[in-house]
Protein backbone atom coordinates (compact mmCIF):
# COMPACT_ATOMS: atom_id res chain seq x y z
CA UNK A 1 0.00 0.00 0.00
CA UNK A 2 1.24 3.45 -0.57
CA UNK A 3 1.84 5.05 2.22
CA UNK A 4 4.10 8.30 4.51
CA UNK A 5 6.49 6.35 6.82
CA UNK A 6 8.30 7.81 9.98
CA UNK A 7 10.97 6.68 11.68
CA UNK A 8 11.62 6.72 14.74
CA UNK A 9 7.65 6.49 16.16
CA UNK A 10 9.14 7.62 19.59
CA UNK A 11 12.26 9.70 19.98
CA UNK A 12 14.06 10.41 23.31
CA UNK A 13 17.20 12.86 23.33
CA UNK A 14 19.09 15.05 25.75
CA UNK A 15 19.08 18.61 26.03
CA UNK A 16 20.93 20.59 23.05
CA UNK A 17 22.22 16.82 21.59
CA UNK A 18 20.86 16.61 17.70
CA UNK A 19 18.71 14.52 16.78
CA UNK A 20 17.69 13.30 13.29
CA UNK A 21 14.07 12.55 12.14
CA UNK A 22 13.52 10.23 9.30
CA UNK A 23 10.46 10.35 6.27
CA UNK A 24 9.64 8.18 3.75
CA UNK A 25 6.61 8.04 1.34
CA UNK A 26 5.66 5.39 -1.77
CA UNK A 27 3.30 7.65 -3.12
CA UNK A 28 5.44 9.54 -5.41
CA UNK A 29 4.39 12.69 -4.61
CA UNK A 30 6.24 16.53 -5.34
CA UNK A 31 5.67 17.86 -2.23
CA UNK A 32 6.91 17.14 1.83
CA UNK A 33 6.03 18.73 4.63
CA UNK A 34 7.25 18.54 8.19
CA UNK A 35 4.84 20.03 10.91
CA UNK A 36 5.69 20.52 14.68
CA UNK A 37 2.29 19.37 16.82
CA UNK A 38 1.97 20.31 20.76
CA UNK A 39 -0.69 18.72 22.72
CA UNK A 40 -4.18 20.48 21.91
CA UNK A 41 -2.69 22.61 19.22
CA UNK A 42 -3.09 23.11 15.58
CA UNK A 43 -0.51 21.57 13.26
CA UNK A 44 2.50 24.19 12.67
CA UNK A 45 4.31 24.10 9.20
CA UNK A 46 7.95 24.47 10.11
CA UNK A 47 8.90 24.18 5.93
CA UNK A 48 8.37 22.34 3.13
CA UNK A 49 9.77 21.14 -0.50
CA UNK A 50 8.07 20.98 -3.65
CA UNK A 51 10.48 18.53 -5.26
CA UNK A 52 13.46 19.62 -4.27
CA UNK A 53 12.71 23.56 -3.57
CA UNK A 54 13.02 24.19 -0.08
CA UNK A 55 10.45 26.33 1.45
CA UNK A 56 11.09 28.10 5.19
CA UNK A 57 8.45 29.52 7.04
CA UNK A 58 9.09 32.71 8.53
CA UNK A 59 9.08 31.57 11.83
CA UNK A 60 10.97 28.41 11.76
CA UNK A 61 14.01 28.16 14.38
CA UNK A 62 17.23 28.31 12.81
CA UNK A 63 17.69 25.31 14.83
CA UNK A 64 15.37 23.11 12.52
CA UNK A 65 17.01 22.39 9.50
CA UNK A 66 15.90 19.38 6.74
CA UNK A 67 17.35 17.44 4.04
CA UNK A 68 15.27 15.97 0.99
CA UNK A 69 18.00 13.87 -0.96
CA UNK A 70 15.54 12.42 -3.28
CA UNK A 71 11.79 11.86 -3.93
CA UNK A 72 11.16 9.42 -1.81
CA UNK A 73 13.12 10.45 1.66
CA UNK A 74 12.95 14.05 3.91
CA UNK A 75 14.79 13.86 6.99
CA UNK A 76 14.40 16.72 9.86
CA UNK A 77 17.34 17.88 11.87
CA UNK A 78 16.71 19.45 15.44
CA UNK A 79 20.86 20.90 16.29
CA UNK A 80 20.11 21.89 19.48
CA UNK A 81 16.89 20.81 21.07
CA UNK A 82 15.20 22.49 24.09
CA UNK A 83 12.31 21.44 26.12
CA UNK A 84 10.33 23.28 24.30
CA UNK A 85 11.30 21.53 21.65
CA UNK A 86 9.27 18.01 22.94
CA UNK A 87 6.05 17.81 20.37
CA UNK A 88 4.92 15.19 18.07
CA UNK A 89 6.17 15.77 14.25
CA UNK A 90 4.31 15.19 11.36
CA UNK A 91 5.31 14.47 8.07
CA UNK A 92 2.64 14.90 5.03
CA UNK A 93 2.87 14.77 1.55
CA UNK A 94 0.74 16.31 -1.42
CA UNK A 95 0.19 15.49 -5.23
CA UNK A 96 0.66 19.32 -6.11
CA UNK A 97 1.94 22.27 -4.87
CA UNK A 98 -0.35 25.39 -6.15
CA UNK A 99 -3.52 23.15 -6.05
CA UNK A 100 -6.04 22.17 -3.39
CA UNK A 101 -4.79 18.61 -2.92
CA UNK A 102 -4.98 16.43 0.59
CA UNK A 103 -1.85 16.43 2.79
CA UNK A 104 -1.41 12.55 3.66
CA UNK A 105 0.34 12.01 6.99
CA UNK A 106 2.76 9.60 8.40
CA UNK A 107 2.16 8.55 12.10
CA UNK A 108 4.45 10.61 13.44
CA UNK A 109 7.13 10.40 15.81
CA UNK A 110 7.05 12.02 19.36
CA UNK A 111 10.02 13.80 20.17
CA UNK A 112 10.75 13.94 24.39
CA UNK A 113 13.74 15.79 25.47
CA UNK A 114 14.97 15.34 28.99
CA UNK B 1 -4.40 37.57 9.89
CA UNK B 2 -5.47 34.28 9.45
CA UNK B 3 -7.65 32.93 11.55
CA UNK B 4 -9.21 29.61 12.34
CA UNK B 5 -11.69 29.48 15.36
CA UNK B 6 -13.50 26.04 16.29
CA UNK B 7 -15.04 25.11 19.71
CA UNK B 8 -11.76 23.52 22.16
CA UNK B 9 -14.30 20.77 23.11
CA UNK B 10 -17.91 18.92 22.91
CA UNK B 11 -19.32 15.52 23.93
CA UNK B 12 -22.00 13.82 22.37
CA UNK B 13 -23.85 10.52 23.42
CA UNK B 14 -23.78 7.37 21.23
CA UNK B 15 -25.85 7.13 18.14
CA UNK B 16 -26.66 11.06 18.43
CA UNK B 17 -25.64 13.69 15.98
CA UNK B 18 -22.97 16.46 16.50
CA UNK B 19 -22.27 19.52 14.27
CA UNK B 20 -18.75 20.78 14.83
CA UNK B 21 -18.94 24.38 13.61
CA UNK B 22 -15.30 26.02 12.20
CA UNK B 23 -14.99 29.78 11.28
CA UNK B 24 -12.30 31.48 9.26
CA UNK B 25 -10.54 34.35 8.15
CA UNK B 26 -7.61 34.02 5.63
CA UNK B 27 -5.76 35.37 2.99
CA UNK B 28 -7.61 34.24 0.12
CA UNK B 29 -9.51 31.19 0.09
CA UNK B 30 -8.88 27.74 -1.97
CA UNK B 31 -10.71 25.40 -0.32
CA UNK B 32 -11.40 23.76 3.11
CA UNK B 33 -10.23 20.34 5.06
CA UNK B 34 -11.71 18.16 7.48
CA UNK B 35 -9.45 16.26 9.41
CA UNK B 36 -9.77 13.53 12.38
CA UNK B 37 -7.07 12.67 14.37
CA UNK B 38 -7.13 9.97 17.00
CA UNK B 39 -5.39 10.59 20.40
CA UNK B 40 -1.27 10.62 19.36
CA UNK B 41 -1.67 9.25 15.99
CA UNK B 42 -1.44 11.48 13.04
CA UNK B 43 -4.62 13.74 10.85
CA UNK B 44 -6.64 11.63 8.29
CA UNK B 45 -8.45 13.77 5.33
CA UNK B 46 -11.96 13.66 6.11
CA UNK B 47 -13.94 16.67 3.66
CA UNK B 48 -12.92 19.26 1.28
CA UNK B 49 -15.14 21.51 0.13
CA UNK B 50 -14.61 24.57 -2.26
CA UNK B 51 -18.10 25.20 -3.11
CA UNK B 52 -21.14 26.27 -0.74
CA UNK B 53 -23.48 23.89 -0.25
CA UNK B 54 -22.86 20.39 2.11
CA UNK B 55 -20.97 17.09 0.96
CA UNK B 56 -22.37 13.93 2.53
CA UNK B 57 -19.93 11.28 2.91
CA UNK B 58 -21.52 8.24 4.70
CA UNK B 59 -22.64 9.60 8.11
CA UNK B 60 -20.11 12.41 7.74
CA UNK B 61 -21.25 15.06 6.08
CA UNK B 62 -19.36 18.49 6.18
CA UNK B 63 -21.23 22.03 4.86
CA UNK B 64 -19.24 25.60 3.69
CA UNK B 65 -20.36 28.64 3.33
CA UNK B 66 -17.96 31.52 1.50
CA UNK B 67 -19.59 34.35 2.39
CA UNK B 68 -20.36 33.90 5.98
CA UNK B 69 -16.83 32.30 6.10
CA UNK B 70 -17.99 29.18 7.96
CA UNK B 71 -18.01 25.75 8.18
CA UNK B 72 -19.46 22.71 9.82
CA UNK B 73 -18.79 19.09 10.40
CA UNK B 74 -21.65 16.63 11.23
CA UNK B 75 -21.82 13.52 12.80
CA UNK B 76 -24.44 11.06 12.64
CA UNK B 77 -25.11 8.01 14.45
CA UNK B 78 -22.17 8.49 16.65
CA UNK B 79 -19.73 5.93 17.28
CA UNK B 80 -17.29 5.11 19.97
CA UNK B 81 -14.51 5.21 17.50
CA UNK B 82 -15.54 8.45 16.52
CA UNK B 83 -14.18 9.99 19.78
CA UNK B 84 -10.95 12.42 18.09
CA UNK B 85 -10.27 15.52 17.16
CA UNK B 86 -11.44 16.77 14.84
CA UNK B 87 -9.60 19.92 12.56
CA UNK B 88 -10.72 22.42 10.70
CA UNK B 89 -7.91 23.51 7.85
CA UNK B 90 -8.01 25.99 5.62
CA UNK B 91 -6.28 26.52 2.09
CA UNK B 92 -5.01 30.18 1.45
CA UNK B 93 -4.37 31.92 -1.34
CA UNK B 94 -0.82 30.48 -1.49
CA UNK B 95 -2.57 27.00 -1.30
CA UNK B 96 -0.72 26.78 2.36
CA UNK B 97 -2.92 24.90 5.48
CA UNK B 98 -3.92 27.30 7.67
CA UNK B 99 -5.15 24.57 10.69
CA UNK B 100 -7.41 25.23 13.79
CA UNK B 101 -6.55 24.09 16.47
CA UNK B 102 -8.67 21.00 16.52
CA UNK B 103 -12.33 20.07 18.41
CA UNK B 104 -11.52 17.31 20.57
CA UNK B 105 -14.64 14.96 20.73
CA UNK B 106 -15.65 13.10 23.41
CA UNK B 107 -18.55 10.16 22.97
CA UNK B 108 -20.12 9.02 26.23
CA UNK B 109 -22.77 5.59 26.27
Known amino acids: DAMVIQNPRYQVTQFGKPVTLSCSQT?????MYWYQQKSSQAPKLLFH???????NEADTPDNFQSRRPNTSFCFLDIRSPGLGDAAMYLC?????????????FGPGTRLTVL | GQNIDQPTEMTATEGAIVQINCTYQ??????LFWYQQHAGEAPTFLSY??LDGLEEKGRFSSFLSRSKGYSYLLLKELQMKDSASYLC??????????WGAGTKLIIKP
Open chain 1, 92 to 104: ATSGLAGGPNEQF
Open chain 1, 27 to 31: LNHNV
Open chain 2, 49 to 50: NV
Open chain 2, 89 to 98: ACMDSNYQLI
Open chain 1, 49 to 55: YYDKDFN
Open chain 2, 26 to 31: TSGFNG
